[in-house]
């Protein structure tokens, strides 16, 4: 179940991003919660996740094809420090009591900046740190340590503002990235060759054209569209349902998540045990309606129990559908197009929740927060099963 680990770079790199997300995920529960203080606002809570997700569809293209040409490691480096000042500087403004709401959004732009620079990098360097017998284990090892620290980190982070305030949560965020910093400095692995094309554009548009030759790839980057668009907005209102349908509190707003996290904890850990994971096509359609149905649950849910186990439902389910996702993409790709390819993934996966968190607080102000989300859930699962009806590329992935 972690025969990756016996690789000493991803080791360093597993347990410096596993510290460092902990931190994000209580910096992610302080944000919510400062935005709802601010304004008592299911609207700004859409802002905000709007802000702090746009970059990743303006932006993660192009950290696709500077992976390719550039040493990943120090594009690496670059962002996690550039995230480090972000989380210092909210944490003093915080601190100070001199923060608006505009501010938040305009950090949370910045640090989504960053964070589009890093992710396709950050995908593309796995392959490199273990063998590729290893790569599905690893991938369901940096799953589960993502999680792990879901569970971890809201846990923490709403007991953390009860004892600290928010600022204490963006601070201990701030130092948590030095965890993945020494990793970074700690690892080695072979330099690659860097092809650098006559132009961004030109590079850009071979790896568009690469994709749309795979058809298994191409219908994977639609279902990933489509759950970025409509389901995982879903998490950016999870302090909304805490807050006013289930008048949970700030620990409670940190046991959901947890259980969101635990439950994709669960996931990583079936996929890790099973190995390779046969009929991805089938196990991404049921475990995707699976999700969605988890999501519309809990928006018509008003008891915290109830809640509790559909966010482990939602966790679980999720994490197999997102794993098969990203399995089946790496496998797929080939080593000179990796870096743009994840870009694409990354920009589906990242790039789209910021319009479907704005659509869906736009929405929340004609209708009922439940009833939005709720509805965007449900058209999702009716295209995951309309991709599985009609695609054979989909039904044939194994």
């Known amino acids: 179940m972690v025969k990756a680990l016996r690789n000493q770079n991803f080791r360093l790199f597993w347990s410096g991003n596993f510290l460092s997300n902990i931190g994000t995920w209580m910096q992610n529960v302080a944000q919510g919660w400062l935005v709802l203080e601010l304004t008592n606002s299911s609207f700004w809570l859409g802002v905000v996740g709007f802000a702090g997700s746009i970059p990743f569809l303006l932006f993660t293209l192009f950290g696709g094809v500077i992976a390719d040409r550039v040493n990943k490691r120090r594009l690496l480096l670059a962002t996690q420090t550039a995230m480090m000042i972000l989380a210092f500087v909210l944490a003093a403004l915080a601190w100070f009591k001199v923060i608006t709401v505009w501010e938040v959004a305009v950090i949370a732009f910045l640090n989504g900046t960053a964070m589009s620079m890093n992710a396709p990098s950050y995908q593309a360097l796995v392959p490199r740190l273990v063998r590729r017998e290893d790569l599905t284990n690893a991938i369901a090892l940096n799953s589960a340590q993502f999680n792990m620290s879901r569970i971890l980190g809201p846990t923490l982070g709403g007991y953390a503002m009860v004892l600290f305030g928010v600022a204490g949560n963006f601070f201990l965020n701030g130092v948590s990235f030095l965890a993945v910093l020494w990793a970074l400095v700690r690892i080695r692995y072979p330099e690659e060759e860097h092809v650098h094309p006559a132009s961004i554009w030109d590079s850009l548009r071979a790896g568009f054209a690469y994709l749309q030759s795979q058809r298994q790839m191409t219908v994977l980057m639609w279902m990933t569209a489509t759950v970025s668009l409509l389901g995982i907005p879903f998490l950016t209102f999870i302090p909304y349902f805490a807050k006013v349908q289930l008048n949970a509190g700030e620990s409670g707003l940190g046991w959901l998540l947890a259980g969101s996290g635990l439950g994709a904890v669960l996931g990583a850990v079936t996929i890790a045990a099973k190995g390779n994971l046969r009929h991805r096509g089938i196990v991404l359609t049921v475990s995707g309606v699976f999700f969605f149905a988890a999501i519309i649950g809990f928006c018509y849910s008003n008891r915290f129990a109830l809640s509790e186990v559909l966010a482990l439902c939602e966790g679980y389910s999720g ?5 098969c996702f990203n399995v089946s993409i790496q496998h797929l790709a080939s080593d000179s197009m990796r ?14 929740p910021p319009l479907g968190a704005l659509f869906a607080g736009e929405l929340s102000r004609h209708i009922p927060t439940g009833h939005a989300l709720a509805t965007m859930a449900g058209v999702a699962a009716t295209l995951f099963l309309g991709f599985f009806a009609f695609s054979p590329a989909l039904r044939s992935l194994d």
Do not use: E, P
Not at 319 to 323: A, P
């Open 319 to 323: 994490i197999l559908m997102i794993s």
């Open 339 to 352: 870096g743009r390819v994840m870009s694409i993934y990354a920009t589906s996966f990242l790039g789209l």
